[in-house]
């Protein structure tokens, strides 16, 4: 009795089998994937696992030529800047997972390219090198096709707005790792993390329903209303953790006699000239009949470092006196 019932469910398991496997490829013929690089992929999993119709967001590496591994990686770019090695060093990605149900590819990239700064070659922010290239590796011809598009679409959004060439490579893909678990929602773990600048703050055309529009439309700031023989402006980001250590050391507490003014767009004053691309935040700028002149890029709590480089303008001497009123204050 026993063999027999063993042979029933042995033929029970047979007939049901192809119909479970079935119905497993079924759930998943409406999920595709893309790798992106976006520079530190940290940033890049938490800002893409926010668009809608993304079901996961994995950290990993892509189309290098060594072993990877986040040591081999920062290892091999360093012979590389030093001329010991060509072999291609791999870029820091996301492996998105969408659901083409909910969402298409088209959506995907416009996520892509509106949440970093694709002109900026080998570097993303404060991180430089090849393997924070910008980059969409792709599976199939539809998908190249798509990302040249919409690339094509972009680079015209951003030469109306004064910035420059797009340097993405896009080619098909190779290779992919995924990343130590360490790496994996890094900054679900760390929400104190590293803040770039998450974008251009360009909205790709015709994508109204963009998270970035408020702060585009609004942020700029006009020439015209600001001191034009010496102005200082601060360049921020949304939800920058070092802006608001900056806002609190600095700017709530400033006492000196030149102006100074915060914006969230990454251009400066209508009007008014940059030298060069901002590449984080916060970057304080000082600007002199409506040019740059000199900037102070990043902080990272250091209030004595701050005033060294706002003296060296000379401009005036209160920021001894205010970082010892800011240390007495916390004491």
Known sequence: MKIRCKSLLTLALLVLAPFQITQANSQQDHLDT???????????EKRMSALPGVVDVESGYANGEIEASYRKILSHESLRK????????????VKVTFDTNTTSLEAVLIGFWQNHDPTQGDRQGNDVGSNYRSAIYTHSDEQATTAIQTRD??????????????TTEIAPLTNYTAAETYHQDYLVKNPNGYCGLGGTGVIYPGNQDSQLQRATTTARLDGEKLDPQR???V???????FC??????ILDRWQAEVEIASTLSRQPPAGWTLQKSLIATPTIVLFEQG????????????????????????????ASNITASVVSGRS
Not at 82 to 93: A, F, I, P
Not at 294 to 309: C, K, P, V
Request: net charge negative.
């Open 235 to 241: 360049f921020e980001a949304q939800a920058c953790h």
């Open 34 to 44: 893309i790798i992106l690089g976006m520079g530190c992929f940290w940033g890049a």
């Open 244 to 249: 608001q250590h900056f806002k609190a050391d």
């Open 82 to 93: 030093l001329g010991l090695s060509e072999k291609r060093n791999h870029t820091e990605v």
């Open 291 to 318: 040019n740059e002149v000199s900037r102070f890029t990043g902080y990272n709590g250091d209030m004595n470092r701050f005033w060294q480089w706002f003296d060296s303008q000379g401009m005036r001497p209160e």
């Open 153 to 166: 679409i972009y680079q015209q959004a951003l030469l109306a707005n004064e910035f420059g060439r797009i």
């Open 231 to 233: 102005q200082l402006v």
